[in-house]
Every structure is written in structure tokens, then in C-alpha cells.
Nanobody
Framework: QVQLVESGGGLVQVGASLRLSCAASGRISSGVSMGWFRQAPGKDREFVAAIRWKIGTTYYADSVKGRFTIDGDNAKNTMYLQMNSLKPEDTAVYYC???????????????????WGQGTQVTVSS
């Protein structure tokens, strides 16, 4: 069983940067897709970015491409989401997630992820 804990959210102004962390308590196997999702009030949970653990392949939603960067630190068993040039529309609860088995598609929707963190609030003021 893998447990994930997000941190690093907060209230920032437009154009600011924020770095989210996702600490995993269990071992994450090489090749596992780990992703960031976000959910704004009244909206569906949407994909943000994913990384294939230890392999390093990444995939981003068009809405964040060029502004957000996903990476991971295997030694710390932690995944990160560096968010730059934040916009009000980035306001949401951000969740990290992991698939149970390796080499699932990084483009998978939320329903295909097995482990989830509790979420961390990101608010970008206009």
C-alpha cells in the first residue's frame, strides 16, 4: 500500500511561483506513472502532469505546458510540481496520485490511478 501526502499549497498572487511536494510512504516502482491532478469548485478533477517514476518521461496538460514542471527525487521518495506564472484559473485543490502497476499510460484519467493524496489548496489571486 502506498500513501501519498501533498504539501506546498498556499495563497499567491498572479505570476507567482509555487512548488508542490508529494511524499510517498511506500516504495514506488520504477516505471510507475505518478501524476498531479487538480479540482476546482464545481469542476471535474482534471489531469495536470505525469511522470514515469525513475524513467523521467513526462507529460503535461496543454493548460500548464511551459509553466509547470514535474519531477521526482527517488532518494526522498518525493514527487514535485513546480508551478510558475500562476494564473487565477490555476486555483484548485491539487492532488498527487500513483498507479499501482508500472507502465500504465501517463495520459490516463484520474479513475485509472490507484493511490491518492489528501490534496493541497492552491489559490491564485487576481
Amino acid at each position: 500500500q502506498v500513501q501519498l501526502v501533498e504539501s506546498g499549497g498556499g495563497l499567491v498572487q498572479v505570476g507567482a511561483s509555487l512548488r508542490l511536494s508529494c511524499a510517498a510512504s511506500g516504495r514506488i516502482s520504477s516505471g510507475v506513472s505518478m501524476g498531479w491532478f487538480r479540482q476546482a469548485p464545481g469542476k471535474d478533477r482534471e489531469f495536470v502532469a505525469a511522470i514515469r517514476w525513475k524513467i523521467g518521461t513526462t507529460y503535461y496538460a496543454d493548460s500548464v505546458k511551459g509553466r509547470f514542471t514535474i519531477d521526482g527525487d527517488n532518494a526522498k521518495n518525493t514527487m514535485y510540481l513546480q508551478m510558475n506564472s500562476l494564473k487565477p484559473e490555476d486555483t484548485a485543490v491539487y492532488y498527487c496520485a500513483a498507479q499501482r502497476n508500472p507502465y500504465g499510460s501517463m495520459r490516463s484519467p484520474a479513475r485509472e490511478y490507484d493511490y491518492w493524496g489528501q490534496g493541497t489548496q492552491v489559490t491564485v489571486s487576481s
